[in-house]
């Protein structure tokens, strides 16, 4: 089915496949937003990125280019308040595609109490009505799609703003191969090639009715953090992720008993991986493998953290988007989170 337009159409009503497929135009658009910033503002000695679900997962890609090159500690923090560190010098970056996750509100509050320079990105709603009362910077993004499928408006000016303050997540250089891997891949993966050639349709039936179980490596890791979100809130289906070398000292424990026949071992590899955790991958596909209801393998392309990063997580969102698919499962829509927030709201 997942090579029928028209059963693709029907379980996807909401268009979330426009979503996918317009992520590389998004992308390049993002990346060309410049950062309002205030003349005030200067190089921060920390940086603290508060966002929840998909949003913060913009925070980890921040997080994770940077962990090699820059030496300012950065932290994404997901939840109420800020986190102590968030003190003098500190930069708070707020991110909330919707702009009224009450955490980040919350956040903006602390940061206000503490006087920390502060810069929005968001499409609206509360953020976008207390920066604009508060004289405060805010990146406005287009509106219209879910938090998920926004991680370009998210993620290209968080680096952009901190670029501008001398913090080097990823050069211009960096982000123009990128954008040409997330274009490639665009072509690669959209619903018009059949499964033969579609690399995420093919991972979607391996993983079938099994649970995704998605490992990366030191780099990778955060990606396949995105992965199981992107299973849970797409599919529907519960995820799991880790990675590697943490997850040899305590998950791998769970790997060869009778429940890994119901997991689908997702191993997110970089070619750019040490020697010491390319061996522990051939270890864990040997040792989980055989237990495992499936294995599959797939590779990061491009050169850059932020190219490689940004290939896997194109893959995941199109294979959880193609599992929704074949679940019969609408991949926008999120009802129970919906509800979480209304009852909240409600009081
Ligand atoms: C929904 C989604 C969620 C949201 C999260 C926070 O598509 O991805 O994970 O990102 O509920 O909401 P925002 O991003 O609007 O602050």
């Not at 992520?23 to 993002?30: E, G, L, S, W």
């Not at 929840?52 to 923090?77: K, N, Q, T």
């Not at 490992?215 to 289906?237: L, M």
Request: overall charge neutral; charged content about 20%; hydrophobic content about 45%.
């Amino acid at each position: 089915m997942l090579d029928d337009p028209g059963a693709l159409a029907a379980v996807d009503p909401h268009g979330a496949r426009a979503a996918l497929a317009g992520f590389p135009a998004q992308c390049r658009a993002a990346a060309a937003i410049e950062p309002p910033l205030l003349p005030s503002m200067k190089r921060p000695r920390v940086v603290v990125i508060a966002g929840m679900g998909g949003s913060a997962s913009a925070g980890d890609l921040v997080a994770a280019c940077s962990a090699e090159r820059v030496e300012i500690p950065m932290f994404v923090h997901r939840g109420y308040g800020l986190p102590s560190v968030a003190w003098d010098e500190a930069l708070v970056l707020a991110v909330s595609y919707s702009g009224n996750s009450a955490e980040i509100i919350s956040a903006a509050d602390t940061a206000r109490a503490r006087r920390l320079p502060f810069v929005a990105v968001t499409a609206g709603g509360a953020l976008a009505s207390l920066t604009e009362q508060r004289g405060l910077p805010c990146v406005r993004v287009p509106q219209g799609l879910m938090p998920r499928m926004a991680l370009g408006y998210l993620f290209f000016p968080l680096a952009r703003i901190l670029r501008a303050l001398d913090v080097d997540v990823v050069s211009g250089e960096e982000i123009q191969e990128a954008l040409a891997v997330v274009e490639q891949l665009g072509a690669e993966l959209a619903p018009e090639r059949p499964l033969e050639v579609n690399e995420a349709k093919r991972l979607a039936v391996a993983i079938g009715s099994r649970w995704p179980a998605v490992y990366g490596g030191p780099v990778t890791g955060a990606v396949a953090y995105r992965w199981k979100t992107d299973f849970e809130e797409n599919a529907k289906v519960f995820g799991l992720a880790g990675a590697l070398p943490e997850m040899n000292h305590n998950t791998i424990e769970a790997w060869r008993t009778p429940l890994a026949r119901d997991l689908h071992l997702v191993l997110l590899r970089d070619e750019r991986e040490e020697p010491e955790i390319a061996r522990r991958f051939t270890l864990l596909r040997d040792l989980a493998g055989p237990a495992a209801g499936g294995v599959s393998e797939c590779r990061a392309r491009g050169r850059s953290t932020l190219a490689r990063l940004l290939s896997l997580t194109c893959l995941g969102q199109w294979a959880s988007l193609y599992l929704a698919a074949l679940r019969g499962v609408d991949p926008w829509s999120v009802p129970t989170l919906d509800e979480v927030k209304r009852r909240l709201r409600e009081g």
